[in-house]
């Protein structure tokens, strides 16, 4: 080998080793940097942040439950309305108590055996109206009331007309109908509506007044009782109907009532209103407008409701109140017992049982309708006078064959 190969395979082999040391030295420098990053204690914490929110974005989130409102949020495929809540979700099927010291009420549901027992002092659960007032002299009062009402209720679509409905979930009884009326020298006899503009008694801004024994109860859905208890549910479950069904109100109005106004002229003459001052009143001739209870007529198909303003959902069978008329139902689809039917339909009563006495013995032996006999009578305490010089006996034969009060 010459000098010049000699010399230069020597810095050729001086140069391989001084690269390989020098690779070796970058090496070690890079994994002591490495090392370093991970066990420094000092870091900033923002680095240590971005870190976390880094991995935390690698990572993907666990999906939570949705919950059974948030399913109803999302649009239904049918109109809102349409959906009665299930039963299950109704808070108020159980035995519950209801206590409010602002307002002074008491309610007691007891659910046992099959029955629903209510017991109720009668006030409600809100604000009410002043009472007495220009068309009702009438105080609110403590009540001692009960009532007995079936959980399994056996639809029997016989339509049977009953005074108290039923009675709301805070203990105040639904009576739609009234003891007053106009009543012609000529026969007709003309029951007023509650709800009417034509003569002043005194409901107050919950469709409610006070009967002669200090009885708070509702003519027609009041807006408070719906707003207490309402849910996100369209129908709002506000009572319990004599016959064991529920009565719901719809906040959207998606079911209408299939009652419309009567074509017939009024007939009647020399009519008088019941009242402290029997006002007389203007009756042949006029058109009926909803001030009389005769002044509708049932039109099955003009609504979305039965006779008795109640409806199948879901499969289950329901009343509805409504903002028409009759507000409440006036009769009952249900098998109503004894503890729930309490008087005829028409007149306003109170006390144990739902309503006043059963007077239909008393009608057929004075050879009169029942309607008549609880018109005339009106509202307890009884004037048997005055009612016997309207159906034209005596007041020792009425007195003879009505019931005795309760307990008696």
């Given at each position: 080998?010459?000098?010049?190969?000699?010399?230069?395979?020597?810095?050729?082999?001086?140069?391989?080793?001084?690269?390989?040391?020098?690779?070796?030295?970058?090496?070690?420098?890079?994994?002591?940097s490495?090392?370093?990053?991970?066990?420094?204690?000092?870091?900033?914490?923002?680095?240590?942040e971005v870190?976390?929110?880094?991995?935390?974005?690698?990572?993907?989130?666990?999906e939570?439950p949705?919950?059974?409102?948030?399913?109803?949020?999302?649009?239904?495929?049918e109109?809102a309305?349409?959906?009665?809540?299930?039963?299950?979700?109704?808070?108020?099927?159980?035995?519950?108590t209801?206590?409010?010291?602002e307002?002074?009420?008491?309610?007691?549901?007891?659910?046992?055996?099959?029955?629903?027992?209510?017991?109720?002092?009668?006030?409600?659960?809100h604000?009410?109206?002043?009472?007495?007032?220009?068309?009702?002299?009438?105080?609110?009062?403590?009540?001692?009331?009960?009532w007995?009402?079936?959980?399994?209720?056996?639809?029997?679509?016989?339509?049977?007309?009953?005074?108290?409905?039923?009675?709301?979930?805070?203990?105040?009884?639904?009576?739609?109908?009234?003891?007053?009326?106009?009543?012609c020298?000529?026969?007709?006899?003309?029951r007023?509506?509650?709800?009417?503009?034509?003569?002043?008694?005194?409901l107050?801004?919950?469709?409610?007044?006070?009967?002669?024994?200090?009885?708070?109860?509702?003519?027609?859905?009041?807006?408070?009782?719906?707003?207490a208890?309402?849910?996100?549910?369209?129908?709002?479950?506000?009572?319990?109907?004599?016959?064991?069904f529920l009565?719901?109100?719809?906040?959207?109005?998606?079911?209408?009532?299939?009652?419309v106004?009567?074509?017939?002229?009024?007939?009647?003459?020399?009519?008088?209103?019941?009242?402290?001052?029997?006002?007389?009143?203007?009756?042949?001739?006029?058109?009926?407008?909803?001030?009389?209870?005769?002044d509708w007529?049932?039109?099955?198909g003009?609504?979305?409701?039965?006779r008795?303003?109640?409806?199948?959902?879901d499969?289950?069978?329901?009343?509805?109140?409504?903002?028409?008329?009759?507000?409440?139902?006036?009769?009952?689809?249900?098998e109503?017992?004894?503890?729930?039917?309490?008087?005829?339909a028409?007149?306003?009563?109170?006390?144990?049982g739902?309503?006043?006495?059963?007077?239909?013995?008393?009608?057929?032996a004075?050879?009169?309708?029942?309607?008549d006999?609880?018109?005339?009578?009106?509202?307890?305490?009884?004037?048997?006078?005055?009612?016997?010089?309207t159906?034209?006996?005596?007041?020792?034969?009425l007195e003879?064959?009505l019931?005795?009060?309760?307990?008696?």
């Amino acid at each position: 080998m010459g000098p010049m190969r000699s010399e230069s395979f020597r810095r050729l082999a001086t140069a391989v080793v001084f690269l390989s040391l020098l690779s070796a030295a970058c090496s070690s420098s890079a994994d002591s940097s490495a090392e370093g990053s991970t066990v420094v204690a000092d870091a900033p914490a923002e680095s240590a942040e971005v870190e976390t929110e880094a991995e935390e974005a690698e990572e993907p989130e666990a999906e939570e439950p949705v919950s059974a409102s948030e399913e109803e949020d999302e649009p239904a495929e049918e109109p809102a309305g349409v959906e009665v809540q299930s039963v299950s979700s109704t808070e108020r099927l159980g035995s519950y108590t209801l206590s409010d010291d602002e307002f002074g009420t008491m309610v007691e549901v007891v659910v046992e055996g099959g029955t629903r027992t209510i017991t109720s002092n009668g006030r409600p659960d809100h604000e009410t109206g002043t009472f007495p007032n220009d068309g009702n002299p009438n105080a609110i009062e403590d009540q001692d009331l009960s009532w007995s009402f079936t959980t399994t209720p056996n639809f029997t679509g016989g339509a049977t007309e009953v005074r108290t409905t039923g009675v709301a979930v805070n203990g105040v009884k639904f009576e739609p109908g009234t003891g007053e009326t106009v009543t012609c020298a000529s026969g007709q006899n003309y029951r007023i509506e509650a709800l009417q503009e034509q003569f002043n008694l005194g409901l107050d801004f919950n469709n409610a007044h006070v009967q002669p024994g200090g009885e708070y109860h509702y003519h027609g859905a009041s807006e408070l009782l719906v707003e207490a208890y309402a849910g996100d549910d369209d129908l709002v479950h506000v009572g319990f109907a004599a016959d064991g069904f529920l009565m719901y109100y719809s906040k959207s109005n998606a079911y209408s009532a299939s009652y419309v106004l009567s074509d017939e002229v009024r007939q009647g003459e020399d009519c008088v209103a019941t009242g402290p001052d029997d006002p007389a009143v203007e009756v042949a001739g006029t058109s009926p407008d909803g001030t009389y209870a005769s002044d509708w007529v049932f039109s099955e198909g003009a609504g979305d409701l039965d006779r008795c303003n109640g409806t199948t959902v879901d499969g289950q069978y329901i009343y509805v109140l409504t903002d028409q008329y009759p507000f409440i139902s006036r009769c009952l689809n249900g098998e109503v017992q004894g503890g729930g039917q309490g008087a005829p339909a028409g007149g306003e009563g109170g006390g144990t049982g739902g309503g006043g006495p059963d007077l239909t013995d008393a009608a057929d032996a004075l050879g009169v309708s029942v309607e008549d006999l609880t018109a005339a009578l009106g509202s307890p305490p009884f004037d048997v006078e005055t009612a016997a010089a309207t159906l034209g006996v005596t007041a020792e034969e009425l007195e003879a064959v009505l019931p005795p009060p309760p307990g008696q």
